[in-house]
T-cell receptor, first 114, second 113 residues
């Protein structure tokens, strides 16, 4: 398996523009997570899905952020409009169902909003 | 809610030195505990885990023991190498709840030759 695949790897956009980050989880995994990593705040869980259903989105910073998982093999995180403070590395991770499971991370998308 | 506290970094050691990175947790249930490692420019990857009290996780010379009485899961390695330079994250997963991972803030380790 190729692992969790994220695209793009790097994104530079202007303030106010819409940004869409994409994630393909590992086939057969039931849970999918979106994390944001910054120097100041560390690793923050934004939202996670189980069987394509959003379970906990309490970490989504505000209404500008939205996430979808239309099927088991694809998820998007959208920021509209983007702001400079959204600059961070965004990670997607997936895990199989059940206790004691580990999460498998993608390589991340480095977002820079100028 | 559940939380993880790990020692602030950065940590700088010479090759072959002994490493300890402290981690304590707060959880309402009986969590699984993990150490993840992040090398520069990459995502996190699992280093080791323990799923119940007194379990010891080990991998690549690293070890950590699940101590329920002290709510701790300290990471140790007897002799570090330059290639161990990375950021280390302690995490827990509340098995009785949502299965989501809660991470500590990470500790950056630099090993000098």
């Amino acid at each position: 398996d190729a692992g969790v695949i994220q695209s793009p790897r790097h994104e530079v956009t202007e303030m106010g523009q819409e940004v869409t980050l994409r994630c393909k989880p590992i086939s057969g995994h039931n849970s999918l997570f979106w994390y944001r990593q910054t120097m100041m705040r560390g690793l923050e869980l934004l939202i996670y899905f189980n069987n394509n259903v959003p379970i906990d989105d309490s970490g989504m910073p505000e209404d500008r952020f939205s996430a979808k998982m239309p099927n088991a093999s694809f998820s998007t995180l959208k920021i509209q409009p983007s702001e400079p403070r959204d600059s961070a590395v965004y990670f997607c991770a997936s895990s199989p169902q059940g206790a004691y499971t580990e999460a498998f991370f993608g390589q991340g998308t480095r977002l820079t909003v100028v | 809610g559940d939380s993880v506290t790990q020692m602030e970094g950065p940590v700088t050691l010479s090759e072959e030195a002994f490493l300890t990175i402290n981690c304590t947790y707060t959880a309402t249930g009986y969590p699984s505990l993990f150490w993840y490692v992040q090398y520069p420019g990459e995502g996190l990857q699992l280093l080791l885990k323990a799923t119940k009290a007194d379990d010891k996780g080990s991998n690549k010379g690293f070890e950590a023991t699940y101590r329920k009485e002290t709510t701790s899961f300290h990471l140790e390695k007897g002799s570090v190498q330059v290639s161990d330079s990375a950021v280390y994250f302690c995490a827990l997963s509340d098995q009785g709840g949502s299965e989501k991972l809660v991470f500590g803030k990470g500790t950056k380790l630099t090993v000098n030759p």
